[in-house]
């Protein structure tokens, strides 16, 4: 069983950066694709990045291309997820999901309790 811990939610002033960190409690996600999501109030729930455990692919939507960037940490074992010019579309609950299948989307296996993203205007 992996249990996956979220960190490094908050509040930020809007056009600001935050950096969220994903880690597997007494484990690494060096073999695992890992997917980070955001639930914000009243929407669907979203995949806002992922990075794949064999090549390395990552995915962002159109959307936020070149605004969220999502890397591994190979000396921690983790996975981050840096999120720059924040902006109305950016509050709600952001959480990582892990599995052991290289494909971006679908299904995870394994996720965290989420961490709060807030964004002040």
């Known amino acids: 069983q992996v249990q996956l811990v979220e960190s490094g939610g908050g509040l930020v002033q809007s056009g600001g950066s935050l950096r969220l960190s994903c880690a597997a409690s007494?484990?690494?996600?060096?073999?695992?694709?890992v997917g980070w999501f955001r639930q914000a109030p009243g929407k669907e729930r979203e995949e806002v990045a992922c990075i794949s455990v064999t090549d390395g692919h990552k995915f962002y939507p159109d959307s936020l291309e070149g605004r969220f960037t999502t890397a591994r940490d190979n000396d921690k074992h983790t996975v981050n997820l840096q999120m720059n010019s924040l902006n109305h579309e950016a509050p709600g609950v952001y959480y990582c999901?892990?599995?052991?299948?290289?494909?971006?989307?679908?299904?995870?296996?394994?996720w965290g309790q989420g961490t709060q993203v807030t964004v002040s205007s």
């Open positions: 999901e892990a599995k052991e299948e290289p494909d971006c989307g679908n299904e995870y296996t394994y």
């Open positions: 007494g484990s690494t996600l060096d073999y695992y694709t």
